[in-house]
């Protein structure tokens, strides 16, 4: 297997002395310091654990804790040395202590180059943001497990290949091609990102103008109230240069979420996809949304979010495995957040759904709205619908125009404070850009308590 591709002349290695599958070095990538280490897939053990791998993978994770810097891996293994016995189990728990020690304290940014196995997946499940190569796939429990208990004969690819990671289970927040290409984007990542939770991300050059209009996003919405588009359009067009880092970009389609620059500030961006599910929440994406929300709020980078949803998606199967509980975490991430939020309402935001997108009741710090924006319980059928059920269809068509000039508008919305300004989409990116500014100093006295309750 390559080594990691960082300039070697800026490597010190710890633990140097040390013989197995792992190694660990202090690097600088583009000017960025950080703790890496990886774990090599070698002929021998296949990257087998060992007690001594495990002792200098805890050594990475407390050094990059210690030295408030990122902590970066490499990972290819089958897991933990069997013939090591009960010693490799207590290395590695030790190891995912020190690595839960860094969480929000430092980035943790892991990469699965080869096989991640038992363990190892787990590390995958522990980082702040995982990325997946092509060659790569994890799993906890392997195909022969799944024969031997459910008689269903599976590949590695099916179980647990990086397609499956990045679209089913949501564990990939990016799939790239090879370890090359993982580097360049860990890389990418550290210069978005602080060096640690005490630290704003860095301010980045750009030639794209915070004033510049955005006048295209006055068209892109569809003349239907129930037609679709590409919301990242949306987000493209406010962010630098167009340029999104799109985050866990095939799991939970229905919610977009991404890193970018605003005037060469770093944010994280929220919108709801018209053209997935309608933009309906459900489970996986109040999931995706949650951590992605507090991880934006660890480490300092504002929150922007647009709102274009109906509500949350029905249905028995939903509510029975617990939409409950997931949808709650969506909320309960926004409202700890403690970093500027702004938030765009462009067309729909009804009811429950309305609440958990960060809106006034959930503290967001900058409410606007476009004029196409609808806030209300529910759209005007539905609401029409409950009120009344005996009217006659020309009657209820009567009550809907009725309902939506009452309102479905944002000037009620504003009239009670809800909404801060309606404003011309061609002003979005020079809205955002000056909340931006004024938010930069914003800051939260958090109550002292040990840790909250997240609803997981």
Known sequence: ???????????????????????????????????????????????????????????????????????????ASSGADVDSGIAATVGWGRLAKAVVQCSGQVPIIFCATGPAVSGPALLLGLADIAITTEASYAFVTGPRMVAQFTGEVISNETLGGAAQLARRSGV??????????????????????PANADELPPHRDTLDPAKRPTPELRDLLPTSALGSYDVRDVARTVADENDLLEY??????????????VAGRPVGILANQPQSLAGTL???????????????????????????????????????RGIIRHGAQLAFAYARATVPRINV????????????????????????????????????????????????PKERQDLENNYEKRYLNPYIAAERGSIDAVIDPAQTRIEIAAALEILESKREALPHRRHDNTPL
């Open 1 to 75: 297997m390559s080594k990691v591709a960082t300039n070697s002349s800026t490597r010190v290695s710890l633990r140097a002395g040390t013989l197995g599958a792992a190694q660990a070095w202090l690097d600088c990538y583009e000017g960025r310091s950080c703790v890496v280490f990886e774990v090599q897939d070698n002929d021998n053990n296949h990257g087998a654990l060992s007690p001594t791998d495990s002792e200098t993978l805890e050594c990475a994770a407390n050094a990059a804790l210690a030295r408030r810097i990122p902590l970066v891996g490499y990972m």
């Open 345 to 392: 309402t462009l067309r729909k935001s009804y009811g429950g759904a309305y609440i958990v997108m960060d809106s006034r009741p959930m503290g967001n710090d900058i409410a606007l709205a476009w004029p196409s924006a609808e806030i209300a319980v529910m759209g005007a059928r539905g609401a029409v619908g409950i009120l009344h059920r005996q009217a006659t």
């Open 172 to 193: 990939s927040a990016f799939m790239v091609q090879d370890q090359a290409a993982a580097a360049h984007l860990v890389s990418t990542l550290l210069n978005l990102l």
């Open 282 to 320: 459900d489970i996986a994406c109040s999931q995706k949304g949650a951590r992605f929300v507090s991880f934006c709020d660890a480490f300092n980078l504002p929150l922007i979010t647009f709102v274009d949803t109906s509500g949350f998606q029905p249905g028995k199967d939903l509510e029975w």
């Open 248 to 261: 866990k970009a095939d799991w939970a389609t229905n919610l977009v979420c991404a890193f970018a620059t």
